[in-house]
């Protein structure tokens, strides 16, 4: 399938904090019902106090089924895509290091997609929990994460994932090609094996 490849630690099912925080960022941008959200996926003690350290996958989960139930299609499509690109946003001042970003925004754009994607493999488990990251550079570049934690046991007529979706547009925009765009073209909630995201440009 795939050049590349990381699978989370067996014991491991743990995602890094924005999956949360990030969504409640992006509900509030729009006024939306968060306390609602957040009732229903049982996770109001977040909104008391948002998260800084790892969470449990399955809280992950039970937020983005959240979204899709009390929010219509689109808003809550808007409201992952929102909370990836804030996502984006956090990686580029707090955890990829600024001499990186300098040699990624210099290099051509299929050099510094295998560099990049490189570095965001050895961390997949950090996002992708006890999913399964692989990756593909070519023409389009191409991310598959199989066992999605954002879509389990999810059934939809279009892709879902887009807190992915957004977090890659955001890295590969900013450190690959500015015309990057990103799309999911297979998800598991609409019964693909993984879900694949592809960046052109």
Same mark, same amino acid.
């Given at each position: 399938?795939?050049s590349?490849?990381?699978?989370a +630690? ?5 995602i890094?904090?924005?999956a949360?925080? $990030?969504?409640?960022e =992006?509900?509030? !941008?729009? *006024?939306? +019902?968060?306390?609602t959200?957040?009732? *229903?996926?049982g996770l109001t003690?977040?909104? @008391?106090?948002?998260p800084e350290? &790892?969470?449990?996958?399955?809280d992950v989960t ?6 899709r @139930? ?6 809550a499509?808007?409201?992952g %895509?929102d @909370?990836?690109?804030r ?5 580029l !001042?707090h955890r990829?290091p600024?001499p =990186?970003? $300098?040699i ?5 754009s $299929?050099p510094?997609? #295998? &560099?990049?994607?490189k ?5 997949? %488990?950090?996002?992708? /929990?006890? /999913?399964?990251?692989?990756? #593909?550079?070519g023409?389009?570049v *191409?991310v %598959?994460?199989?066992?999605? +934690? ?7 007529e279009? +892709?879902?994932?887009d807190?992915?979706?957004? @977090?890659?547009?955001?890295l590969?925009t900013t450190?690959?090609?500015p015309r990057t765009q990103?799309?999911?073209t297979q998800? #598991? !909630? &609409?019964?693909?094996?993984a879900c694949?995201?592809? &960046?052109? %440009?």
């Amino acid at each position: 399938m795939s050049s590349s490849e990381a699978r989370a +630690p067996e014991a491991l099912s743990r995602i890094g904090p924005n999956a949360i925080t $990030r969504v409640a960022e =992006a509900l509030e !941008a729009i *006024q939306g +019902p968060t306390e609602t959200v957040f009732a *229903q996926a049982g996770l109001t003690h977040y909104l @008391a106090e948002l998260p800084e350290e &790892m969470v449990d996958e399955r809280d992950v989960t039970a937020l983005q089924r959240a979204l899709r @139930a009390e929010l219509d299609r689109d808003t809550a499509r808007a409201v992952g %895509w929102d @909370a990836g690109l804030r996502t984006g946003d956090y990686l580029l !001042a707090h955890r990829i290091p600024k001499p =990186a970003q $300098r040699i990624l925004k210099l290099l051509p754009s $299929r050099p510094a997609s #295998q &560099m990049l994607l490189k570095a965001v493999a050895k961390h997949a %488990w950090t996002f992708s /929990g006890s /999913g399964h990251f692989s990756y #593909q550079v070519g023409r389009p570049v *191409q991310v %598959w994460i199989a066992d999605c +934690p954002l879509c389990r046991g999810a059934r939809a007529e279009v +892709p879902v994932c887009d807190f992915y979706r957004g @977090a890659f547009e955001r890295l590969f925009t900013t450190l690959v090609n500015p015309r990057t765009q990103v799309r999911e073209t297979q998800c #598991q !909630a &609409m019964g693909a094996e993984a879900c694949l995201f592809e &960046m052109r %440009w």
